[in-house]
């Protein structure tokens, strides 16, 4: 069975960092392309970046554009958000997303698109 787990979430100054990880397992990992979305109680889940299968090739929403950055380790099986220069409206739940095609050739940015999402991990910025 497919699992994801997030996991680095945590409460921070604005202007700090953080690095997110996601650990997957039960599917053959360097396959898949994989994405991170963010999420605020009330509100839609927000698309924030994404990583193809081969990692050659990325995509950020505007909000994080230059602050944070994917990548993914296939032998340790896991792909990764570097947060830097953290802002509070930074502050959501973290998850982290299978896209559903085997060697995708485009990146997919909406929700609708994946199919198999982590738990989540709190992200927390104060002010």
């Known amino acids: 069975q497919a699992q994801l787990e997030e996991s680095g979430g945590a409460l921070v100054q604005a202007g700090g960092s953080l690095r997110l990880s996601c650990a997957a397992s039960?599917?053959?990992?360097?396959?898949?392309?994989m994405g991170w979305f963010r999420q605020v109680s009330g509100k839609e889940r927000e698309f924030v970046a994404a990583?193809?299968?081969?990692?050659?090739?990325?995509h950020y929403a505007d909000s994080v554009k230059g602050r944070f950055t994917i990548s993914r380790d296939d032998a340790e099986r896991s792909v990764y958000l570097q947060m830097n220069s953290l802002k509070p409206e930074d502050t959501a739940v973290y998850l982290c997303?299978?896209?559903?095609?085997?060697?995708?050739?485009?990146?997919?940015?909406?929700?609708?698109?994946?199919?198999?999402w982590g738990q989540g991990t709190q992200v927390t910025v104060s002010s």
């Open positions: 990583i193809s299968w081969s990692g050659t090739k990325t």
């Open positions: 039960g599917f053959t990992f360097e396959k898949y392309g």
């Open positions: 997303a299978q896209d559903p095609y085997p060697y995708a050739i485009s990146l997919a940015t909406t929700r609708s698109e994946y199919d198999n």
